[in-house]
């Protein structure tokens, strides 16, 4: 995928001010940090049907989205799979692939 793009740059901003705080602390933080990354719940390698579907990004603080990834394997961490237990399909979703 693509990040440097028009079209992703313009989608980031989008979710960006939707979701203003980080996502993640949110849910255990009363003052979460800004969001700064926009993350795939479902990721753009595995998923590209999903990859442009603002149902699947959420924004998320630098740290946050780190603890999002194994940085050493590219798999999603246990944070990661939460998030995708959390977040599903709408039944109106293309295929994933």
């Known amino acids: 995928m693509d990040y440097k793009c028009d079209r992703w740059q313009r989608l980031r901003e989008r979710i960006l001010r ?9 849910r255990y933080s009363p003052m979460p940090p800004p969001a700064t990354v926009v993350h795939h719940v479902y990721p753009a390698e595995d998923y590209p049907g999903w990859a442009w579907e603002p149902w699947n990004l959420i924004g998320l603080s630098q740290r946050a989205h780190n603890a999002m990834h194994d940085r050493r394997t590219g798999k999603l ?4 799979l939460a998030w995708q237990r959390r ?9 994933p692939w």
């Open 87 to 95: 977040v599903s399909p709408p039944s109106s979703a293309p295929p």
């Open 77 to 80: 961490t246990e944070r990661g």
């Open 18 to 26: 939707r979701d203003k705080r980080c996502r993640e602390t949110a």
